[in-house]
């Protein structure tokens, strides 16, 4: 039976990664919507793992120089230049406080099952994981449909605990990726996708 495109393929096609926002404020209401629908994603054991921090005007500095002074030492130990250096955390420093709207997902294993060897509970932690995936996947389509646009940035997952003394948050809150939403600039360049090949990701047996 073939597949027909459908509103839900439309979204899932455009989706693209955007880095430049217009000057636009993103109502609140708006905000809850997407994290809202967020959490309707696919989880294990009926938990909800999911955690999301808005980051507010007061907290984007603080939390732009914890994981700069994280993401600094890290440069240092690798050997990197000054001059490296600096321009990667300008630019780091600038997306961060540019976005309208900064969001932290994070990954709370309330609910897990506390399997007694290793290897079930690096699977049951991956189901966990994965369950974040889908729930962050959930809010950038869902930003879509709202006109807004976006992008995500893994680098709390190199500073979690920077990340997470700089918004005070629980022990057992992980920070994972941060999501920087807004409406998309008229000037942002979207590429085109890549057909799919799709004998490289689908094998029959």
């Not at 393929?9 to 209401?29: H, Q």
């Not at 294990?44 to 120089?65: C, K, N, Y």
């Not at 930003?143 to 646009?149: F, K, N, S, T």
Request: proline share 5%; hydrophobic share 45%.
């Amino acid at each position: 039976m073939r597949v027909h495109d459908g509103p839900v393929s439309a979204a899932i096609s455009a989706r693209r990664s955007v880095r430049k926002f217009a000057r636009l404020t993103v109502d609140g209401d708006t905000v809850e919507r997407l994290v809202a629908l967020a959490c309707t994603a696919p989880a294990p054991h009926h938990s909800r793992p999911w955690r999301f921090v808005q980051v507010g005007a007061e907290s984007r500095e603080r939390l732009a120089d914890a994981m700069g002074e994280a993401w600094r030492a890290d440069l240092e130990r690798k050997g990197e230049s000054v001059h490296v250096i600096d321009r990667l955390l300008r630019r780091s420093h600038g997306q961060l406080m540019e976005a309208p709207v900064l969001l932290l997902a994070c990954l709370s294993l309330e609910g897990h099952h506390r399997w007694p060897d290793d290897e079930r509970r690096r699977a049951e932690r991956d189901m966990f994981v994965q369950s974040l995936g889908a729930a962050l996947q959930n809010l950038l389509l869902a930003a879509g449909e709202a006109g807004l646009a976006g992008y995500l940035k893994g680098a709390p997952l190199f500073s979690a605990d920077a990340v997470r003394s700089a918004l005070d948050l629980p022990a057992d809150w992980e920070p994972t990726f941060l999501v920087l939403l807004g409406y998309p600039d008229k000037s942002a360049e979207l590429s085109p996708r890549e057909a799919i090949d799709i004998d490289r990701f689908l094998v029959r047996r």
